[in-house]
Nanobody
């Protein structure tokens, strides 16, 4: 079992930055592919970014060049640095984990955090 806890969300003006963290406990963190998904108000959950156990990353087109995903396996933590934020980035951000390779599909992930709210004002 893996427990995931997100932090770092908040209210920021357009053009600003936030850094989200996802702390994992339980089984060996380094074995897991990790990802961020987000759910904007009234919309479906969507893929944001994912990182393999070795650090390879995949990003949604909407965040490429603005968001940077990283992980610290020694600290059992994943980070999402979000720069140049836009109002359309407003959503609840969830971190997720799965054994094996990265996936952009939310149903491929077995473990989920409770989410952290990110609100970007115009």
């Amino acid at each position: 079992q893996v427990q995931l806890v997100e932090s770092g969300g908040g209210l920021v003006q357009a053009g600003g930055s936030l850094r989200l963290s996802c702390a994992a406990s339980g089984r060996t963190f380094s074995r897991y592919a990790m990802a961020w998904f987000r759910q904007p108000p009234g919309k479906e959950r969507e893929f944001v970014a994912a990182i393999s156990w070795s650090g390879g990353t995949v990003y949604a087109d909407s965040v490429k060049g603005r968001f940077t995903l990283s992980r610290d396996n020694a600290a059992n933590t994943m980070y999402l640095q979000m720069n140049s934020l836009k109002p359309e980035d407003t959503a609840v951000y969830h971190c997720a984990a799965r054994e094996g390779s990265v996936s952009t599909l939310y149903h491929a992930y077995n473990y989920w955090g409770q989410g952290t709210q990110v609100t970007v004002s115009s």
